[in-house]
């Protein structure tokens, strides 16, 4: 069985692959949608190319979309955004896959107006957030932070198995590297890992 790598940058890897804006790249699944670091002038026929694209079946996500408080976009005109992709989202059945920098409290809200499952790709930060998005239903997705922040793989161990993905980002790595660690961390064997991983996807595809 491959490693299923649920958010990635790498064109011909197994997994979700996140489209970059305005690619005419047609992997055989992706994810797309507005970056915050995305939202210029332009926004709009960058906004409508997104839900162009995301009427295609080869696209299990929208994302990564979200909210981030390092780049130099207004807030509100991020958060408007955010909620329009995730109408987008609730329209179409799609599970989000959310960027989010040093705004974690702000995702709470949106978690009302959402219909579908919202997954935090590279989770990296402390336990109380954690808690506080698992509690409201989120799921985390776990990248090469796993590998060797000690406080993370806490985290990760007290995570929920069916709450939980692991991705490669844009990182230069092998995703069999994340599962093995993973597994570890879990007391679980890999093809264990990879079983789980594949029984959480087929749950926030079929939003059960």
Same mark, same amino acid.
């Given at each position: 069985m491959d490693f299923f790598d649920f958010?990635?940058?790498?064109?011909?890897q197994f997994g979700i692959y996140n489209l970059d804006l305005f690619s005419d790249d047609n992997p055989e699944i992706f994810s797309v949608g507005? =970056?915050?670091?995305?939202?210029?002038? @332009?926004?709009?026929?960058?906004?409508?190319? !997104? %839900?162009s694209r995301a009427q295609e079946p080869n696209c299990l996500a929208i994302g990564e979309c979200g909210l981030d408080a390092l780049v130099e976009v207004d807030s509100a005109l991020q958060e408007e955004l955010f909620t329009q992709q995730i109408l987008l989202a609730n329209k179409l059945q799609k599970?989000?896959?959310? =960027?989010?920098?040093?705004?974690?409290? @702000?995702?709470l809200k949106f978690q009302k107006i !959402? %219909?579908?499952?919202?997954?935090?790709?590279?989770?990296?930060?402390?336990?109380s957030i954690a808690t506080n998005l698992l509690n409201a239903g989120f799921y985390l997705s776990f990248g090469k932070s796993l590998l060797e922040n000690l406080s993370l793989q806490s985290v990760f161990k007290e995570c929920p198995n069916h709450r939980f993905f692991l991705e490669t980002d844009a990182a230069e790595i092998n995703i069999s590297e994340?599962?093995?660690?993973?597994?570890?961390?879990?007391?679980?064997?890999?093809?264990?890992?990879?079983?789980l991983i594949k029984q959480n996807l087929n749950l926030i595809l079929n939003n059960e």
């Open positions: 958010h990635h940058h790498h064109l011909g507005l =970056h915050p670091k995305d939202i210029t002038n @332009d926004f709009e026929s960058a906004l409508d190319w !997104a %839900k599970p989000i896959i959310i =960027h989010c920098v040093r705004r974690h409290q @702000d995702l !959402a %219909k579908i499952p919202l997954i935090v790709h590279g989770f990296n930060k402390k336990e994340i599962y093995d660690k993973a597994s570890s961390i879990k007391a679980m064997s890999t093809s264990e890992m990879q079983q």
